[in-house]
C-alpha cells in the first residue's frame, strides 16, 4: 500500500515551464509509476511512466516536451513539463503499481491530482 500526493500545478502562460512532484507515503520501490491527465470532457489518458530499472514510455503529444524521473532515496517522483501547450490544461494525477513499460492498464494506486492550467 502506498500513498500518493502531488503538487506543483498552477496557472502558466503557454510556453513557459512547471515541474509537478509526486511524493509517497513510503518506498517507491519496486513500484513503477506513471503520470496521467484528464482534461474538461475527456477520459483520463497516460502521460508517462517509468519502470524501477529507469525505462521510460511517454504519451505521442508530449514527447520531447515532458520527461518523467524518479528519486527513490525521496520517494518522489516528477514530471518536467516544458514548452507548456494550453492543450496541456488538465488535472495530473500520479499512479503507482507492479506494471511494466509495456502494461496498458494502470497501477492501483492514485494521488488526488494537481491542476495544470495553460493561457494562451
Known amino acids: 500500500q502506498v500513498r500518493l500526493v502531488e503538487s506543483g500545478g498552477g496557472l502558466v502562460q503557454a510556453g513557459r515551464s512547471l515541474r509537478l512532484s509526486c511524493a509517497a507515503s513510503g518506498s517507491i520501490f519496486p513500484y513503477a509509476m506513471a503520470w496521467y491527465r484528464q482534461a474538461p470532457g475527456k477520459s483520463r489518458e497516460l502521460v508517462a511512466k517509468?519502470?524501477?530499472?529507469?525505462?521510460?514510455v511517454y504519451a505521442n503529444s508530449v514527447k520531447g516536451r515532458f520527461t518523467i524521473s524518479r528519486d527513490n532515496a525521496k520517494n518522489t517522483v516528477y514530471l518536467q513539463m516544458n514548452s507548456l501547450k494550453p492543450e496541456d490544461t488538465a488535472v495530473y494525477y500520479c499512479n503507482a503499481g507492479l506494471f511494466t513499460v509495456a502494461t496498458t492498464r494502470p497501477g492501483d494506486y492514485w494521488g488526488q491530482g494537481t491542476q495544470v492550467t495553460v493561457s494562451s
Open positions: 517509468m519502470a524501477p530499472g529507469g525505462i521510460t
